[in-house]
């Protein structure tokens, strides 16, 4: 389509381009797109936590108050999903979550970079989660981590291909809780793209792509805090499974 | 977009030659992050709940405290009132008392001087009648004895009274 | 309009894989719905349920997803 002069040129997926940010090739330190926006992340994220609970007020302020939702709200979903003997994971929780909900957010910005769009990305995020939480099974529980796939309540006869089923849904988990992010937030931006691209195409009745853009730019927002939300609580679940591994 | 494809750059989450680049800037990006919400801002805002948490609690059992206080005050004023209103009470009573005990004596005494006054009178009444009879029996008498006096004839004056007197007791 | 007939079929193949986004559409709809007419009979026992439907949500949407992505890979990578 590159080479298509006029019509529908549309190029949806080369925002996600990582290009170095001083030119030259990408090499695994070099400072890149990726780098910009992932600093930003943290600068966002330190900017609600740190400075805007600076004042340590009793009556808090709107930012400060916003710290404690968010605060309170992570809490409240490791204390509930993961159960109370989780809340030492509490840290490393609300950091995927801040992580996730700043990249989410920040890359809504126009001609921002998303981040968490890439596989990359969300694929080490979630093979971390997984990797932990089954080490953590195996050195909490032992042998008896297995009996989360051995569904005790099930008939004798069905257990083995319920194991199957469990075995392989396990193993599926760090593929879909990583690509679900990733294609969440590909699929909207992609989107948002070709709406745009429409709107350049349309000429007189550039309007209505534009207003499909800004009502896919609300449904974007909600998709990005659910998304996030949606990843810090399945790592909850998974923590769950290896903190108490009997069904 | 088929040598896009070939490029590797169709669809820029599968170029592998940036994922190194991807991954090690997650991983630090992940530590650095990690280090400030752990030591600063979750103790900072974590203190912060638990400080609002205590003042909560505190200002709570104080108001609890108040109120306890609140209830005993009022408690304390119903008594009051009560014993006033009894104090009132017995005030009122013996005040009715008193008053009746006055009202009876006085009306005691006006019964005693109704009945000297009454007695007073009758006596007077008593001593007018009779002094009138005893003026009626005189003047009959002398009458008597002007009459037999002018007709000439002599009258003993003890004759005509005994005369008199018997018509009267007879008459009267 | 001009191009070889294997471009052809894999537009036709995004076409119809795109289509098991569907799928977890109807999927997420179900649970939502369903969400909701429970919690509208019990509004007292919802609010401890919304995790839950979070999550079956994120399970739901994450095989629409799938789909998505194979489709994706068929546009670009194949």
Not at chain 1, 34 to 58: D, P
Not at chain 3, 33 to 51: D, E, I, K, M, W
Request: hydrophobic residues 55%.
């Amino acid at each position: 389509m590159a080479n298509e002069s006029g019509g529908f040129n549309i190029r949806p997926m080369d925002q996600f381009e990582v290009k170095a940010l001083f030119g030259g090739d990408v090499s695994w330190y070099t400072p890149t797109n990726v780098t910009l926006w992932m600093a930003l992340t943290i600068v966002a994220a330190s900017v609600l936590m740190v400075y805007g609970a600076r004042g340590r007020a009793l009556v808090p302020t709107r930012a400060q108050s916003a710290a404690e939702l968010a605060y309170g709200f992570v809490y409240k979903m490791v204390e509930d999903v993961a159960g109370r003997d989780a809340v030492r994971f509490f840290p490393h929780i609300f950091t995927l979550f801040m992580f996730v909900l700043f990249a989410n957010l920040l890359g809504l910005i126009p001609f921002a970079f998303t981040t968490t769009s890439h596989i990359a990305v969300t694929a080490v995020l979630a093979f971390t989660v997984f990797l932990t939480v089954t080490a953590l099974g195996f050195i909490l529980h032992g042998a008896k981590f297995l009996g989360l796939f051995w569904v005790s309540s099930a008939p004798l006869a069905l257990r083995p291909i319920l194991a199957v089923i469990e075995l392989i849904s396990y193993f599926a988990r760090p593929i879909s809780h990583s690509i679900r992010l990733a294609g969440a937030m590909m699929a909207g931006h992609a989107v948002a793209k070709v709406f745009a691209g429409f709107a350049g195409a349309l000429g007189a009745a550039f309007f209505v792509p534009v207003l499909a853009v800004t009502a896919l730019y609300a449904l974007e927002l909600l998709v990005a805090v659910i998304q996030a939300y949606v990843f810090t609580i399945l790592t909850c679940v998974y923590l769950r499974d290896a903190l108490h591994p009997s069904h | 977009m088929a040598e896009d494809a070939a490029n590797g750059v169709g669809m820029p989450q599968l170029d592998l030659s940036t994922f190194s680049n991807q991954i090690f800037w997650l991983i630090v990006t992940l530590f650095v992050l990690y280090y400030v919400m752990s030591r600063i801002a979750l103790p900072r805002v974590a203190a912060v709940l638990a400080d609002r948490r205590g003042t909560i609690t505190s200002d709570i059992s104080a108001a609890e405290e108040y109120k306890l206080k609140a209830q005993e005050a009022e408690d304390a004023y119903h008594k009051a009132r009560a014993d006033a209103r009894a104090e009132a009470n017995r005030i009122v009573e013996a005040a009715k008392a008193e008053m009746q005990a006055q009202l009876d004596t006085e009306i005691a005494k006006a019964d005693a001087e109704i009945a000297a006054r009454t007695a007073e009178s009758e006596r007077r009444i008593r001593d007018i009648r009779d002094r009138s009879i005893e003026m009626v029996s005189e003047v009959s008498k002398d009458t008597a004895k002007e009459i037999l006096t002018s007709f000439g004839a002599k009258a003993d004056a003890r004759s005509v009274n005994a005369a008199v007197e018997a018509r009267l007791k007879g008459g009267l | 309009m001009e191009g070889d007939i294997a471009e052809m079929g894999k537009f036709i193949g995004v076409g119809l894989t795109a289509i098991g986004m569907g799928g977890a559409a109807i999927g997420v709809g179900n649970i939502a719905g369903n969400f909701l007419s429970g919690a509208l009979r019990n509004p007292s026992a919802a609010a401890g349920q919304t995790a839950m439907l979070f999550i079956g949500i994120a399970f739901a949407e994450a095989l629409g997803i799938f789909s998505f992505l194979v489709a994706l890979l068929l546009m670009f990578a194949v």
